[in-house]
């Protein structure tokens, strides 16, 4: 069955970095879509980045140029690399996974997640 465990959250100041990792564990699946989403009080859950399984990357337009996603295959792992953060930034942070998409590309717009991890708290402060 498949999980996903992430790690990598704390707290860093305004214009840090943080590097979030997510363990795809039991990935025996050919066609899939994996994405970062993150959610913050009052508001809700929003798509950050997304890879799939034909390599496609995409970004929501507000971390574009800061956020760099990756997926290595060998090690089934699934990174989120955040840079220049702002307290806008500050949220949980959900690994997603989807199986078996209707197309390839999947995007971070078209991606239905089938499975979550537990979340990862990210504060940007001042």
């Known amino acids: 069955q498949l999980q996903l465990v992430e790690s990598g959250g704390g707290s860093v100041q305004t214009g840090g970095s943080l590097r979030l990792s997510c363990a795809v564990i039991?990935?025996?699946?050919?066609?899939?879509?994996l994405a970062w989403f993150r959610q913050s009080p009052g508001k809700e859950r929003e798509g950050v980045a997304a890879v799939d399984s034909g390599a496609t990357i995409t970004y929501a337009e507000s971390v574009k140029g800061r956020f760099t996603i990756t997926y290595d295959k060998n090690k089934n792992t699934l990174d989120l690399q955040m840079t220049g953060l702002k307290s806008e930034d500050t949220a949980m942070y959900y690994c997603?996974?989807?199986?078996?998409?209707?197309?390839?590309?999947?995007?971070?717009?078209?991606?239905?997640?089938?499975?979550w991890g537990q979340g990862t708290q990210v504060t940007v402060s001042p």
């Open positions: 039991g990935n025996e699946f050919s066609h899939f879509c």
């Open positions: 997603a996974y989807e199986k078996w998409p209707v197309r390839i590309p999947t995007t971070i717009a078209t991606i239905r997640p089938n499975h």
